[in-house]
C-alpha cells in the first residue's frame, strides 16, 4: 500500500535539483522542474541501470522553422540513463523516443514548507 513519506524541507530543493529518497527496491528520485515537483523510480526500464544518477537536462528536436536543424527542448525535465543514454521525461515518465516505453512515477504533493511523495 502507498505512503506518503517526507522528502525534504521545500528550500532543500530548488529548481533544477533532485533528491534521492530511499524508497523501495530501488529509491526515488523527487525532481524540482521550475517550481513543480515530480517524483521516478530509481531504475531504468532498458536494463535496470540507478537511472536517477543520469544527466538531468534537456532534449533535442527538429526545428520546424528550419529544416535539418535540431532545438534544445524541456531543459531540466529529462534525465538521461547513466548506462546507454536513455532519455525520459521526469515530469510523465515517458521515454523520449519511444513514448510507449515508460518508467513509474509518483505524486509529490508541498504543505506547510516540507516535500512529500506518496510510493
Not at 1 to 25: F, H, S, T, Y
Not at 65 to 82: A, S
Not at 105 to 119: K, N
Amino acid at each position: 500500500m502507498a505512503q506518503r513519506r517526507l522528502v525534504c524541507a521545500l528550500e532543500e530543493l530548488p529548481p533544477g535539483r533532485m533528491k534521492l529518497v530511499d524508497i523501495g527496491k530501488f529509491g526515488v528520485g523527487v525532481y524540482n522542474v521550475r517550481g513543480e515537483f515530480y517524483a521516478i523510480v530509481n531504475y531504468c526500464s532498458h536494463e535496470g541501470a540507478p537511472l536517477c544518477q543520469g544527466l538531468l537536462g534537456g532534449t533535442n528536436e527538429s526545428d520546424p522553422d528550419t529544416p535539418g536543424r535540431l532545438r534544445r527542448v524541456r531543459d531540466g525535465q529529462i534525465v538521461r540513463c547513466p548506462w546507454h543514454n536513455w532519455e525520459f521525461d521526469v515530469t510523465t515518465g515517458r521515454n523520449v523516443a519511444d513514448p510507449k516505453r515508460r518508467i513509474r512515477t509518483y505524486q509529490v504533493d508541498v504543505a506547510d514548507g516540507q516535500v512529500y511523495v506518496t510510493a
